[in-house]
T-cell receptor, first 116, second 110 residues
């Protein structure tokens, strides 16, 4: 059973370009979460999605950031017009509501975004 | 508030026991999680406490006191591979929304 998959693992973008980060949840999981981790800091919640629905986006910056989880295919975190402050590790996690631990989240390996 | 406090760094000796403490603001509490994160890798789930007391799982145990807003992770018989960051996280107003501390970097020395 493959774990949470994220790609690319490393992404370099120039200021002003767009970054697209992809996440495929674990098999059987229908809940996806995105977190951002700045250097030397903890993970910060960004958004929680179920298939075709954004449940909670309270941690998303108001501009330039968007997320989706379509009926088919991976979840996408999209950052438009990237700036240097967007450089961070972006982790995706998934969960099932049927796990022994409520909302036990399994993390992917992360995408390390570097903005030059 | 949702502050979570844990020590930044700890050092311990192989074979010893180490306790990593975590304090959190108790309002809107919905469970306490511990994750392990090796450098450059994904956090991996270690434990979940929602009731007071000690949960033991092999070499790792986790304790919770809800009234004190306090948890600790206890690692026994330390091994070199236990060198990692240990992240304390609480479930927020909804348990899915994990609120993480900055993590404790543990260095295990021979």
């Amino acid at each position: 059973n493959a774990g949470v998959m994220q790609n690319p693992r490393h992404l370099v973008r120039r200021r002003g370009q767009e970054a697209r980060l992809r996440c495929s949840p674990m098999k059987g999981h229908s809940h996806v979460y995105w977190y951002r981790q700045l250097p030397e800091e903890g993970l910060k919640f960004m958004v929680y999605l179920q298939k075709e629905n954004i449940i909670d986006e309270s941690g998303m910056p108001k501009e330039r950031f968007s997320a989706e989880f379509p009926k088919e295919g991976p979840s996408i975190l999209r950052i438009q017009q990237v700036v240097r402050g967007d450089s961070a590790a972006y982790f995706c996690a998934s969960s099932s509501t049927t796990g022994a631990t409520p909302y036990e989240q399994y993390f992917g390996p992360g995408t390390r975004l570097t903005v030059t | 508030g949702q502050n979570i406090d844990q020590p930044t760094e700890m050092t311990a000796t192989e074979g010893a026991i180490v306790q990593i403490n975590c304090t959190y603001q108790t309002s809107g509490f919905n469970g306490l999680f511990w994750y392990q994160q090796h450098a450059g890798e994904a956090p991996t789930f270690l434990s979940y406490n929602v009731l007071d007391g000690l949960e033991e799982k092999g070499r790792f145990s986790s304790f919770l006191s809800r009234s004190k807003g306090y948890s600790y992770l206890l690692l026994k018989e330390l091994q070199m591979k236990d060198s990692a960051s240990y992240l304390c996280a609480r479930g927020g107003d909804s348990s899915y929304k994990l609120i993480f501390g900055s993590g404790t970097r543990l260095l295990v020395r021979p």
